[in-house]
């Protein structure tokens, strides 16, 4: 199971940091990303860690802007988000899953808004 | 960045009736491919993987097929449940993985 949490209301220019909990899996052994859907819109993938954490790719839309990371001790994995843009309003989603383990699972997700 | 185009955008079927999207990458991902079911307020769903196979628990009138750049998924006899938003993912590429823009299905 994958729980996000973290998600609310934020000014553009501002920061938020989004978490993911997981439980019922050997969390340390699997790759992890965020994935992301704007209001009506379809999926967007912006961020994976491996299950080390030594390998980290964003998607160029939030390159430099978020950072990914994750605690194999407390089965978390988190979103840093800063210089946030209207355009980044969507429902945060943690998926298990990337280049060994091919098939996305997903938490139920986090809203997002930025607004002034 | 590997670019997946699927189609229909959107299309409106009657129960009973069997469905089929495709979806088309921009070069071969081989059989790299997942599709995915989202109904509203939901999280997506894996339905088929590495193009062809059925996820465990998920009804055999779902099925998928293709290799290379051409892909289908079909849903044999439409169930009213099955109203959803279906995508394709591509893995073969990554970084990024790479969606298709998503295919709404209505029920007539």
Do not use: H
Not at chain 1, 48 to 73: H, L, P
Request: overall charge negative; glycine content about 10%; hydrophobic content about 30%.
């Amino acid at each position: 199971q994958l729980v996000e949490s973290g998600g609310g209301l934020a000014q553009p220019g501002g920061s938020l940091r989004l978490s993911c909990a997981a439980s019922g899996f050997p969390f340390s052994s699997y790759e992890m990303n965020w994935v992301r859907q704007a209001p009506g819109k379809g999926l967007e993938w912006i961020s994976y860690i491996s299950s080390g954490g030594s390998t980290i790719y964003y998607a160029e839309s939030v390159k430099g802007r978020f950072t990914i990371s994750r605690d194999n001790a407390k089965n978390t994995v988190s979103l840093q988000m800063n210089s946030l843009r209207a355009e980044d309003t969507a429902v945060y989603y943690c998926a298990r899953g990337g280049i060994v383990a091919t098939i996305l699972y997903w938490g139920q997700g986090t809203l997002v808004t930025v607004s002034s | 960045d590997i670019q997946m185009t699927q189609s229909p955008s959107s299309l409106s079927a009657s129960v009973g009736d069997r469905v089929t999207i495709t979806c088309q990458a921009s070069q071969d991902i081989s059989n790299s491919l997942n599709w995915y079911q989202q109904k509203p307020g939901k999280a997506p769903k894996v339905l088929i993987y590495d193009a062809s196979n059925l996820e465990t628990g998920v009804p055999s009138r779902f099925s998928g097929s293709g290799s290379g750049t051409d892909f289908t998924f079909t849903i044999n006899s439409l169930e009213p449940e099955d109203i959803a938003t279906y995508y394709c993912q591509q893995y073969d590429d990554f970084p990024p993985i790479t969606f298709g823009q998503g295919t709404r299905l209505e029920i007539k």
